[in-house]
Structures are given as C-alpha cells and as structure tokens.
C-alpha cells in the first residue's frame, strides 16, 4: 500500500497489487477501483461551494454524497468535504501522470 495523501479526516491509499485505493476516515474504511474514484471526484466537483456556504440554501452545512458502489453514504460538514476534495485530486494526481507520461 502507498499513501497517496493522508489528511486531518481522510487517508487516500494506493493498493497496487489489487489495482484499487483505499479511503479511510475515522469511522470506515471503503475499497474503490479507479474507475468508482473517478466518479466520487466528478460528484464532488459539482457540489456548489458557494451554495454550500449559502444558509438559504443548505443551512445545515451538511452535503450527502453517495458512492457508486451504492455500499456507502457519505455526510460531510464543510472541512470534511474539502479534506476528500484534497484527497481524491492527489490520490489521482500520480497514476494519471504516470499514465499519460508513459504513452
């Protein structure tokens, strides 16, 4: 396993024998393939910052994102949904740049 970024409430690891990442809060640990992080990172972009911070719109600061793997249901207060953010880009920083370097 190798840490791909390890933040205040979440841990992004790289399992290469498996071909999957590992993303750890305090409470859970959920095993996602590329392809399933590539979607949380699409999910998570289109969440409105500026309608996050809004109290007309979303007055309890709480955003629920759902995982592809329809297994898990993330609540995320303001600091966890911008620790994942950070999270899931350096996560997928390196494989893409590995990737794409390569060809």
């Known amino acids: 396993m190798q840490t791909s970024y390890s933040g205040t409430y979440f841990c992004l690891q790289q399992d290469h024998d498996s071909r999957s990442f590992l993303l ?3 409470k859970e640990q959920i095993r996602l393939r590329f392809c399933q992080l590539l979607a949380l990172r699409h999910k998570l972009n ?3 910052m500026e309608a996050h911070f809004d109290l007309n719109h979303n007055p309890s600061g709480i955003e629920i994102v759902s995982l592809c793997n329809q297994q898990h249901i993330l609540l995320l207060n303001t ?3 911008i620790d994942l953010k950070k999270a899931i880009s350096c996560g997928l920083e390196a ?3 590995k ?3 390569a060809a």
């Open 24 to 26: 750890q809060n305090k």
């Open 46 to 48: 289109a969440i409105d």
């Open 79 to 81: 600091l966890e949904l």
């Open 95 to 97: 494989p893409l740049r």
């Open 99 to 101: 990737w794409f370097h």
